[in-house]
């Protein structure tokens, strides 16, 4: 997996998701989302009003063509690591420019994650943009480890598990089977290894084998776990925009910004925020459909 993977995964990525995912790199940013913040914090919904806010900037592109999307998302994410725009005007500019982007999302990942530093330690024969998009995945696992969940999340968990796990072709299933010690793979059977061996353990065992297949399910099952609804994006993006929030939201930060004119200490925060997020969208677009031939032409040709 390289450069040329993310530039044609890019140009077959689905018109929302795209649209949403440009959104919340370009449009988002914190004071935005306060409002939305304290309404979470104040409702009784499952309902997640931060993710609606992105939603509805997104709609602003609705009429905007894809392709321009598609370039606005490369520049956007070369200019959030400091690469100079380049003009896309073959199939080679393009990789090139994706490929700039991929060492400096991976170089910034190791600067400011100690546990990614971990994690690429233990890759062998990998790519940067596989260990980038792997990390995004275990990271998820990672969220719920040590998360309780009651009977109704656990059976929840095992009859979503059941439909991915039984949709994936013959070979895989008997691979995971295998490798989680059962005849049958069922719900039931699931969760009974989920209270044994610990979600984190069954997870690894099935993104091994079904690899980026399991990403959307996964993201539906944190979710779900923590009780939230309307997450359309992965469990990681709520939780690093309400993070960021969180910190300005804190009296103890917004008083002195305002006493001292916080505006380039919000643009800082924004973009901390930002890098956070780039890595999951890389994920998204990562897991575009593959078997979508990539149309070059009309992307050259926006």
């Known amino acids: 997996m390289n450069s040329i993977d993310m530039a044609e995964s890019l140009l077959v990525m689905e018109s929302n998701s795209l649209k949403f995912n440009y959104a919340l790199l370009h449009d988002s940013n914190i004071m935005k989302m306060l409002i939305p913040f304290a309404k979470e914090k104040i409702s009784s919904s499952?309902?997640?009003?931060i993710m609606e806010m992105v939603k509805k900037e997104s709609f602003k592109y609705r009429y905007t063509p894809d392709n321009h999307i598609r370039r606005n998302m490369i520049k956007e994410l070369a200019e959030l690591y400091g690469i100079p725009n380049r003009k896309l005007g073959t199939k080679q500019d393009t990789v090139e420019q994706c490929d700039r982007i991929i060492n400096a999302m991976y170089e910034q990942m190791k600067k400011d994650n100690k546990k990614f530093i971990s994690f690429s330690t233990n890759q062998e024969q990998t790519t940067k943009l596989e260990e980038i998009t792997?990390?995004?995945m275990f990271s998820l696992i990672d969220s719920i480890s040590d998360r309780k969940m009651t009977a109704t999340q656990m059976k929840e968990m095992g009859d979503s598990l059941e439909d991915f796990l039984t949709d994936l072709p013959e070979n895989q299933q008997k691979q995971i089977a295998e490798k989680l010690g059962v005849?049958?793979?069922t719900s039931n059977s699931v969760q009974k290894l989920i209270?044994?061996?610990g979600t984190a353990a069954v997870?690894?065992?099935i993104v091994q084998?079904?690899?980026?297949?399991?990403?959307?399910?996964?993201t539906s099952v944190v979710a779900g776990i923590f009780g939230l609804v309307g997450i359309t994006l992965p469990f990681a993006v709520y939780v690093t925009l309400t993070s960021a929030v969180a910190v300005i939201a804190n009296p103890l930060f917004m008083v002195p910004a305002l006493i001292l004119?916080?505006?380039g200490l919000l643009r800082w925060q924004n973009k901390k925020m930002k890098k956070a997020i780039a890595p999951i969208i890389?994920?998204?677009i990562m897991v575009s459909d593959q078997n979508i031939v990539p149309e070059w032409e009309t992307f050259l040709d926006e």
């Open 134 to 136: 792997k990390f995004q």
């Open 195 to 197: 209270a044994t061996n």
């Open 209 to 218: 084998v079904a690899g980026f297949a399991f990403y959307t399910t996964l």
């Open 203 to 205: 997870f690894a065992i």
């Open 183 to 185: 005849t049958e793979i």
């Open 282 to 284: 890389m994920m998204q």
């Open 261 to 263: 004119g916080g505006g």
């Open 46 to 49: 499952n309902n997640s009003e």
